[in-house]
């Protein structure tokens, strides 16, 4: 599949993809072509909230629905850019799940982003909407798990700390953003609860894209 921004007629490479309906234009040659404007569904969180435990259990949930991928498997020295919320990494997988979109499949993608990494990006035009879905939990149970895992990840306590920080700040100002995020809290939730909340909040939101996109085709 070719590169979102590309137009396969002329060559030319979009700075900010145009999306009309159904249809990608070329700003340079006006040349038009189809092209599937699918949701996005973003599961976040920080480290410990259960993104890891949730995401492959979807798999086998969401069946052919849905292609659920790992964010952290591009975080690859050519993509950890240092500027702030890390744009490069960020637009590398909005094009590709925007590539993936077209096979019909909405991404799911399991990694920490919030609305202000993805929202100003161009390429958040190849998306009819983000849905975010935020797993968090309380602070001690949350150390508790990162101070469980194997050494080579390498939780160390400073780690560990900043990302508390991050888990408390998410859970105050989930609602303020735009679009919000919604919050699921697995301190207590067996795993079994976690997937089921994740696949009733992917189920919900895939139906109401599914009827906006035909109010628009009407």
């Given at each position: 599949?070719?590169?979102?921004?590309?137009?396969p007629?002329c060559?030319d490479?979009a700075?900010?993809?145009?999306?009309?309906?159904?249809t990608?234009?070329?700003?340079?040659?006006?040349h038009?072509?189809?092209f599937?404007?699918l949701?996005?569904f973003?599961?976040?969180g920080?480290?410990?909230?259960?993104k890891?435990?949730?995401?492959?259990a979807l798999?086998?949930?969401?069946?052919?629905?849905?292609?659920?991928?790992e964010?952290?498997?591009?975080?690859?020295?050519?993509?950890?850019d240092?500027?702030?919320g890390?744009?490069e990494?960020?637009?590398?997988?909005?094009?590709?799940?925007a590539?993936?979109?077209?096979?019909g499949?909405p991404?799911?993608?399991?990694?920490?982003?919030?609305?202000?990494?993805?929202?100003p990006l161009?390429?958040?035009?190849?998306?009819?909407?983000?849905?975010?879905?935020?797993?968090?939990a309380e602070?001690?149970?949350?150390?508790?798990?990162l101070?469980?895992?194997?050494?080579?990840?390498?939780?160390g306590?400073?780690?560990?700390?900043e990302?508390l920080?991050?888990?408390e700040?998410?859970?105050k100002?989930?609602d303020t953003f735009t679009?919000s995020?919604?919050?699921?809290?697995t301190?207590?939730?067996?795993?079994?609860e976690?997937?089921?909340?994740?696949t009733?909040w992917?189920m919900r939101?895939s139906?109401v894209?599914s009827g906006?996109?035909?109010?628009?085709?009407e």
């Open positions: 599949m070719l590169d979102p921004r590309i137009c007629a060559g490479r700075q900010v993809p145009l999306v009309e309906g159904a990608r234009r070329c700003a340079r040659c006006g038009r072509w189809p599937r404007r949701p996005l973003a599961l976040t920080p480290s410990g909230a259960g890891s435990t949730v995401g492959p798999v086998e949930r969401l069946g052919g629905r849905a292609v659920v991928l964010q952290d498997v591009l975080w690859t020295a050519g993509l950890r240092d500027v702030d890390h744009p990494f960020r637009a590398t997988w909005l094009r590709l799940a590539m993936i979109a077209q096979s499949r991404v799911v993608l399991c990694g920490t982003v919030v609305p202000p990494e993805f929202e161009p390429e958040r035009a190849l998306f009819s909407h983000i849905h975010y879905m935020a797993l968090v602070p001690e149970v949350l150390a508790r798990r101070r469980a895992r194997p050494a080579w990840r390498e939780w306590e400073p780690r560990i700390a990302t920080e991050f888990n700040w998410l859970r100002n989930a679009p995020v919604e919050v699921f809290d301190t207590h939730a067996s795993v079994e976690s997937v089921h909340h994740a009733t992917f939101l139906t894209d906006e996109s035909a109010t628009r085709s």
